[in-house]
């Protein structure tokens, strides 16, 4: 550690030259504190300390990329050398949100990853105001928008779930459901599947709409295949019961 220019070997020779001249009989004239400083004295027992700011802790302290850090040779020599905060190697690198990450040994920052700390969500490719769910991607048709895994695992155990009922007339609600084709307005690609907004009419609870948003974001379209899963079990018992009426009537 260093005071002023001073390294510690250069203040432990400072203070040991005092000491053999008041042994030796020659008084100390003054001791005067510098900036950073208090205490002194004339004679006897002279002490200096380091005035420190804020808690012990350094909470309290306001620290800007400008401030001026010393630092001592690693060799103790009497040589000091100063630095701003800014040149310090754990400083942050790119834009705000940006998620830091390791390279080569100091900070980088992943431009198309961003944190929104006011809600927590992390987003891939869009801006950190634009991350309104855990993980948002963007709406896009190439690879950037899409996701791709080996499973898609969905919490559904019995333990997280109450009032159990089943659907019913699965059949009279897909009805009511239209199937599309149509071209994204982004690039034109082709695609088929559901209008949200309609889908919301019948199925509210699988459609995200923004509250206040005069259209809907997105919806869910896996809470679609228990709906097939009835209409189709629904449909095999009325193709049992025909073919019993029909067996009964080849018997007459």
């Given at each position: 550690?260093?005071?002023?220019?001073?390294?510690?070997?250069?203040?432990?020779?400072?203070?040991?030259?005092?000491?053999?001249?008041?042994?030796?009989?020659?008084?100390?004239?003054?001791?005067?504190?510098?900036?950073?400083?208090?205490?002194?004295?004339?004679?006897?027992?002279?002490?200096?300390?380091?005035?420190?700011?804020?808690?012990?802790?350094?909470?309290?302290?306001?620290?800007?990329?400008?401030?001026?850090?010393?630092?001592?040779?690693?060799?103790?020599?009497?040589?000091?050398?100063?630095?701003?905060?800014?040149?310090?190697?754990?400083?942050?690198?790119?834009?705000?949100?940006?998620?830091?990450?390791?390279?080569?040994?100091?900070?980088?920052?992943?431009?198309?990853?961003?944190?929104?700390?006011?809600?927590?969500?992390?987003?891939?490719?869009?801006?950190?105001?634009?991350?309104?769910?855990?993980?948002?991607?963007?709406?896009?048709?190439?690879?950037?928008?899409?996701?791709?895994?080996?499973?898609?695992?969905?919490?559904?155990?019995?333990?997280?779930?109450?009032?159990?009922?089943?659907?019913?007339?699965?059949?009279?609600?897909?009805?009511?459901?239209?199937?599309?084709?149509?071209?994204?307005?982004?690039?034109?690609?082709?695609?088929?599947?559901?209008?949200?907004?309609?889908?919301?009419?019948?199925?509210?609870?699988?459609?995200?709409?923004?509250?206040?948003?005069?259209y809907a974001q997105s919806m869910?379209?896996?809470?679609?295949?228990?709906?097939?899963?009835?209409?189709?079990?629904?449909?095999?018992?009325?193709?049992?019961?025909?073919?019993?009426?029909?067996?009964l009537l080849k018997k007459v």
């Amino acid at each position: 550690m260093a005071i002023g220019k001073y390294s510690r070997a250069k203040l432990e020779a400072i203070i040991r030259n005092v000491s053999d001249a008041e042994d030796a009989g020659g008084p100390l004239s003054g001791v005067t504190a510098g900036n950073g400083l208090t205490g002194g004295g004339n004679s006897g027992n002279v002490s200096l300390a380091i005035d420190i700011a804020g808690a012990s802790d350094g909470s309290g302290v306001t620290v800007t990329t400008s401030d001026l850090v010393l630092l001592a040779d690693v060799d103790d020599s009497n040589a000091v050398r100063k630095i701003t905060v800014a040149q310090l190697p754990f400083t942050v690198a790119g834009s705000d949100t940006q998620i830091q990450y390791n390279n080569g040994g100091a900070f980088g920052a992943a431009s198309g990853l961003v944190y929104n700390d006011s809600s927590g969500y992390v987003g891939i490719g869009v801006s950190a105001a634009n991350a309104t769910h855990a993980l948002t991607l963007p709406n896009s048709a190439t690879n950037a928008g899409k996701i791709q895994a080996s499973a898609y695992n969905t919490y559904s155990s019995i333990q997280y779930k109450e009032n159990i009922k089943p659907i019913t007339e699965p059949i009279q609600l897909l009805s009511k459901l239209d199937g599309v084709t149509f071209k994204w307005k982004r690039d034109q690609s082709p695609d088929f599947g559901f209008i949200a907004e309609e889908v919301a009419k019948h199925l509210p609870e699988i459609v995200n709409w923004p509250k206040g948003a005069p259209y809907a974001q997105s919806m869910d379209y896996s809470k679609i295949v228990p709906l097939l899963v009835e209409s189709i079990k629904s449909q095999q018992k009325q193709i049992d019961n025909l073919q019993v009426e029909i067996a009964l009537l080849k018997k007459v």
